[in-house]
């Protein structure tokens, strides 16, 4: 079903981020017929994958996490619900809403973030130049940076394919991966394995601190597996680090909803499908409301 995939320029609400959040708002979403898009990774919810047991999902008790997954998964299959594995670099506020990846943009009127909550701590510096220098997506600003000097930081094989296609644009590409078994490079990449201190500059990101050296660059691109919401979506309100919300999980830009861990603690497999839910529910009121208007 997904080689026959195809993205559309336009749809009411997109969904991002497959994990128990994320599958209650798409089954509502579905439920309700709602035109929508569920993007997600390769790995739903690898954190309930792991888990030898869960105790405190309500008709589930003593459930290995693995079992529970793929109930979730094949009750998303039999309501013919598709996860759509397609990374997100940015999301920017509308009516309507622009969706970005790697090779690929398009609307929605409402979106729903079930990001989970990133493992990996931003980078001294990433937020404050971010838009000045430091991107998430390569090829997607690929061609801003033209003969110049970049470093791409990558904590997944994927970044492999950006660090090559980059070598033909730049004049010079350091890569310095965060995993094993670095693959093939494009014999004009820099490879440096080192830490990652810090990203400075004045006002555009300039130098890149590893632990042994400093890098000029011209530009700095993370590529991790989850973004951290607040640096998919501009001007998103955060509180101690999570997802700001109200009692409808809507967030401070309107259209725009959050839920399951990405909204802070407790960080529980119920609350999280609890959120997914009403969010969807919510969302589906807003772009009701949207149509009224029109």
Known sequence: MLEN???????????????????????????????????????????????????????????????????????LKQKEIIIVPWKVANIYPGPPFTLIGKDQSFEADAVILATGVSVQKLVPGEAEFLGRGVGYCATCDGPLYKGKTVAIISYDK?????????????????YIPFYKEVGELDERII??????????????????????????????????????AEQLVPDLQMEKGSVSVNHHLETNIP??????????????????????????????KYLDELKKEK
């Not at 890149?208 to 597996?225: A, M, P, T, Y």
């Not at 499908?273 to 529910?281: F, I, P, Q, V």
């Open 255 to 284: 259209g725009l909803f959050a839920a399951g861990d990405c909204t802070g603690q407790p960080y529980q497999l119920i609350k999280a499908a609890g959120e997914g839910g009403t969010a969807s529910l919510q969302a589906i």
């Open 191 to 228: 490879q440096k394995k080192d830490k990652v201190r810090e990203i400075k500059g004045n006002q555009h990101a300039e130098t890149l601190v590893l632990g042994q050296e400093d890098l000029k660059v011209d530009g700095v691109f993370l590529l991790r597996d989850n973004l951290p």
């Open 5 to 75: 995939f195809q993205f559309k320029s336009h749809y009411e609400l997109a969904i991002v981020g497959c994990g128990p959040a994320g599958m209650a708002a798409a089954l509502n979403a579905k439920i309700r017929n709602r035109d929508f898009i569920f993007l997600g990774s390769e790995l739903c919810s690898p954190k309930l994958s792991k888990s030898p047991q869960v105790d405190n999902f309500l008709g589930f008790p003593e459930i290995k996490g693995e079992e529970l997954r793929q109930r979730f998964l094949d009750h």
């Open 158 to 174: 994927e970044g492999e394919t950006e660090a090559n296609f980059m070598a033909d644009i730049c004049s010079t590409v350091y």
